[in-house]
Structures are given as C-alpha cells and as structure tokens.
C-alpha cells in the first residue's frame, strides 16, 4: 500500500525515538530561518492544514512555551541541562501526512530530526543528538488515537499513545482482555513496542512485540507503508529492533489477549536483616521462571535508613492472573519461603493492577492511566542491564549489597522470565533474550538537579556493573535495547557498520544483529534514520 506523497488519511503514528536525517548538505541557515523554509516546504507536500501556534514551537520565538514543550515528555532530566544541545525548533505533528512531509523536507533541507513518542529514551536520543547539529524534534504527542476491536480480538494504536491510555482503552470495551506490554503506563506505545515492550504478563504471552499483526510506518522516502507494503523483513526488523533504524511507526495493530476478571497483586518488603544469608533471595532465583505462567513476581532493590545507618531493602512485587485462593496455593508448593499470607494479597481487576504495578499510591482511580504521568518525579539517571542465566551464588550477593549501600539512590530491578519467554525462538523477533534466561537486571541510580555529583553516580553504576561480570550473561554479555546504553558503543556522524556497532549490536541482538544489519542497508541505504545506536548500512553512499 506504498504511496509517493502525503495524501490525507486518517491515522498517523510514528514508531517511537525514530530519528531521520540525510547526509549530504549541512544547512547554514539560523534555526528561525531553517523553521520558515520546513513550514514553507511541509505547506508543500501535505494538505492538511496545521496551526503554527500549537505544531511549532522555538527558542527564537516563545522561550517559555518552546522548554515546557521539550520537558514535557523528556524523562531523564540529565538530557535537560544547560550544557546539553537543544533543537532549533520542535514540531508536533497533527496528520500523519505531515510526518511524511517532514520526511521529505529534512532530506531537502539537509536537516536532522530526532523523533519522540513518549520521550523514554534512557540516553535521551528521542530530543537531544550530539553527533549531529543543528537538528529539530519532531513529537508524535499528538498522534495518540486507539481503535479497540474487541470482535476480532485487537486494536490499532498510534505511535503517540501511551501503553496506559491503551490498557485503559482495553477495559472500556472489556474487562476480560488485556496487553502485554510495559510496567510503566507512560511509555509511548511507537517506541516501546520497537524495543520488545515487556510487562507482568510476559510469562503468559510473551512480549508486546510478539503480539503484533500490522503496522503502518513512513519510510525513507515519505512513504506509508502497511506489513504486506513494507515486507516481512522489515515487519520482523520494527518488532525488535528498536526505534530510530528502520522508519517512522505511524501504528501498531495489536493482538488482544485473555485476562481473567479477578487478578492478584502483593508486595511483600525485606531488609538485610529480615532475610540472613540472603535465602529467600537465593530461593527467589531458583524457582522465578518455573513458577506457573500466571505468575510474575519481580524484585526491587532499594536503599533505605535504618537506625542511623542504611539498609538494602527488597520488595517482592507481583501480579498473579487469578484468585488469591488460586495464588495461595501456587506459592504454598513452590515458594513457601516468602512467607505469603491471605492478608498480603489483594484482589482487582486487571486494569487496577496495572496502577498498583505502575507505583501509584493504593486507591489511585485507574484513570491516572490516561494522563500519561509517571507515578515517580523526573529525575536525572543513569541505567544500566544484564541477564541472569544460572543464580548469583552467596558471595556474589554479599558483594552486590555491599556496593548498593554505597550509593545515594540506587535501584535494581529483577525482572523473571521462563513461560512463554523460554517457548518463543531468539529469531522470532530481532529481541534474542529468551530460552536459559533466569531473569532481567536493571540497574539504576538517579540524583536531583541540586546534586551536582554526576560523575560520582555514573562511576557507581559502571563499578556496580564491573562486579557483576561474573555472574551474568557472556559472550555476549546481553543488554536490553529499551534500557539504552551508550557505554555499550555509539555510532559517529554518517556511520556505517563498524567493528563498534557489532559490539553493542550483539548485546542487544545477538545473531539477531546480522539480519538487521542486512534489512537496514536494503531498506535505508543511505542512512537517513539514524541515531547514536541506530543500526548501521553496509555501506553509507556518497
């Protein structure tokens, strides 16, 4: 269904942090006037008429109205600062038609867009390029609209949506059908989807990626193109292969699944004191990913004051798909150590768990979930990530709590996997982290604007990160592309594959890389989507 010029339809997504660009002319206009000839030249190539005052937005003109437009998604505040590069302007699409046109006139005008669906690029790479300037945002805010069809079972949700509007859409039409995707309800759907999108129901039906059955994506020429347009190469490289690579995802057609009308939830909390010698801890890593499918328990690590002294604490958070009756059983057999007690456990809907998994306070209504708000304040942060594949012996817990303690605000994150994750194959999807996977580690430290010590949490978070060497995944050590990391390796202005891009490209992908890097150089040979991580072309044309 390709077609050479924006024309007026009704849906327009975009998939997630895609940034595009073309390499050959380098504008030497300022960004005012590199602002007047995209709006003359999108005037050009869309009839679909958008309103400067609320599509555009610059420094030049309204200061105020243009940083309150850039921090309104932006969640890593470290991206934010003064020092940082910031676009020449911000556009925010109304039409699809206009992403299209905004293809064409970057490649006209030799200008680079970084484009943001929900702004959670853990680098900040959906709004802020240090390899190439001057650049412009383009912010899919705007394009958020979510068709439920509960008949055959799925949806069709645009780029900008978050995964919070879209559950809440869900229950509207009906209380007994779901989405796997994220724990975090402000996620924008486009990105999060190209990423794998993982979430409490992983175990039972795999990840966000794995149940897609369309998409509508502009290419690299401006075209909207639907699965049967774009190929199966390119639809298995987009479920994956993260965002920024291969097109702009104006949508996403989903495949709904089955949630019971009654889920359980609990959080049961642990100091170091509470668990000597770490053995509920210990058991945890044994039976996590051959608990029943219905069944995903999570541990958070945080730091917390004890007595004039600090503590690690661990909360076992978990979203049972049924009856309390059915959870205590399950956790009686196999997991007795935790302690779990009826009265830890509290029944609700699906929706409701998708609140209290989120971190919002207890009674929070669920239509929390369509202001796209995280239930945490923005902070700056730096993350990082590993996969487990064989339990953290005692030693290697003893020393990982150790170097916790040493840090202001730390975070860790254990993420089970097994069930349906260990069934699908690694090439399935560009996402390889499946089979012999014991769970997910991300690791995170975050600090407030007052705190001026950067470099003293990021040398935590890389020496924290240096420890665990031993105990996770090698050859390669794997990394979960949503939790972008570019100590892993970036590319340079006008890249092409590089011994560099295979060292974080088999981290996040594994064999997978290959495959992708082949699709990329049929697909974009020139290069125009492209970020600090962005799959490389073979070659890059001149």
Request: hydrophobic share 40%; proline share 6%; aromatic share 12%.
């Amino acid at each position: 269904m390709g077609i050479s010029k924006p024309t007026p339809t009704f849906s327009f997504l975009f998939i997630f942090a895609l940034y595009f660009s073309f390499y050959t002319i380098t504008p030497t206009t300022s960004s005012a006037s590199l602002q007047d000839q995209f709006i003359n030249c999108l005037h050009k190539n869309t009839h679909v008429y958008f309103p400067l005052e609320s599509t555009f937005f610059a420094p030049t003109k309204n200061v105020s109205m243009f940083s309150e437009v850039l921090q309104s998604t932006a969640q890593n505040l470290r991206y934010l600062t003064k020092s940082m590069p910031k676009p020449g302007f911000i556009f925010k699409p109304l039409h699809e038609s206009h992403v299209q046109a905004s293809i064409i006139c970057s490649k006209k005008l030799g200008t680079h867009v970084r484009v943001r669906s929900g702004g959670h690029d853990y680098e900040g790479l959906s709004y802020v390029s240090e390899i190439e300037k001057p650049f412009i945002v383009m912010d899919l805010s705007k394009l958020r609209k979510v068709n439920i069809n509960i008949k055959d079972n799925s949806a069709w949700v645009q780029a900008g949506a978050t995964v919070g509007e879209l559950y809440y859409r869900i229950a509207e039409k009906s209380r007994v059908h779901g989405f796997p995707a994220g724990l975090c309800s402000s996620l924008g759907i486009g990105g999060h989807i190209t990423g794998g999108a993982y979430g409490s129901m992983m175990r039972k039906y795999g990840l966000g990626a794995d149940n897609v059955l369309d998409a509508k994506i502009v290419d690299a020429n401006g075209k909207i193109l639907d699965r049967k347009a774009m190929g199966e190469d390119t639809f298995w490289a987009i479920r994956g292969g993260a965002g920024g690579s291969f097109g702009i995802i104006l949508e996403w057609k989903i495949k709904l699944v089955p949630v019971p009308k009654t889920v359980t939830v609990f959080t049961i909390t642990k100091t170091l004191q509470q668990d000597p010698g770490n053995k509920i801890l210990s058991k945890w890593q044994m039976v996590a990913d051959k608990l029943v499918d219905e069944l995903f328990i999570r541990v958070i690590f945080n730091v917390a004051a004890n007595n004039g002294s600090k503590t690690a604490m661990t909360s076992y958070n978990a979203v049972f798909l049924g009856s309390q009756g059915m959870l205590m059983k399950v956790m009686n057999k196999s997991f007795p150590e935790l302690g779990l007690t009826p009265k830890d456990c509290t029944e609700m809907s699906w929706l409701e768990s998708i609140v209290y998994i989120s971190g919002f306070a207890s009674r929070t209504p669920t239509k929390v979930l369509l202001q796209g708000k995280s239930a945490f304040p923005k902070n700056n942060f730096k993350a990082k990530s590993d996969f487990v594949m064989k339990p953290i012996p005692a030693s290697g817990l003893k020393g990982m709590f150790k170097k916790l303690l040493k840090e202001d605000n730390p975070m860790m994150i254990w993420n089970p996997y097994g069930g349906m994750m260990a069934k699908i194959p690694e090439s399935q999807i560009p996402f390889p982290h499946r089979k012999g996977v014991i769970f997910k580690i991300q690791y995170v430290t975050n600090w407030p604007d007052s705190d001026r010590r950067t470099s003293k949490h990021i040398n935590w978070i890389r020496d924290l990160y240096r420890f665990m060497t031993p105990y996770v995944s090698a050859n390669p050590r794997q990394a979960y592309v949503n939790y972008r990391d570019l100590d892993l390796g970036q590319n340079k202005k006008n890249c092409k594959f590089s011994n560099q891009a295979q060292v974080w490209g088999a981290s996040y992908f594994k064999g997978n890389f290959e495959r992708l890097v082949k699709i990329k150089t049929k697909v974009d040979p020139n290069n125009v989507f492209r970020h600090e991580q962005s799959i490389p072309p073979m070659l890059v044309q001149n």
